[in-house]
């Protein structure tokens, strides 16, 4: 199996349903997807079930993973594990990010 996708077109989807998170993946072992949050916004996310990766396509902010905080900008890979609390903030530039989970997402 082999799968090309393009981010530009799934942003627009995602923006046009309301959504911060566009899942354009799954297959058993994992899911990818793109999550967008603008200058000033709020991450609502809470602690996922699953390990993720997240890699910073463009943009400018901070995660907290646990109780660390760690700068972001575009090119950043973060890992995190399964349930611990993570969440970005101190969005100076809209941030377009790429997350992987594995296994696959329960939601």
């Known amino acids: 199996m082999a799968a090309v996708h393009d981010l530009a077109a799934i942003d627009r989807t995602r923006r046009e349903a309301g959504e911060l998170y ?4 799954r297959v ?3 899911s990818v997807g793109l999550y967008v949050l603008e200058a000033g916004a709020e991450d609502p ?5 699953e390990d993720e990766v997240y890699h910073v396509v463009s943009g400018r ?9 760690h700068p972001v900008a575009a090119g950043s890979v973060v890992f995190v594990g399964k349930q ?4 970005f903030h101190s969005i100076t530039e809209r941030l377009e990010l790429l997350v992987v989970f594995a296994p696959a997402e329960t939601g």
């Not at 566009?22 to 993946?25: G, T």
């Not at 996310?45 to 079930?49: C, L, N, R, S, V």
């Not at 902010?61 to 905080?69: L, N, P, T, W």
């Open 45 to 49: 996310q809470t602690p996922h079930a």
């Open 61 to 69: 902010g901070a995660i907290r993973v646990g109780d660390v905080d």
């Open 22 to 25: 566009r899942e354009f993946l």
């Open 84 to 87: 611990v609390e993570h969440r």
């Open 28 to 30: 058993p072992s994992m």
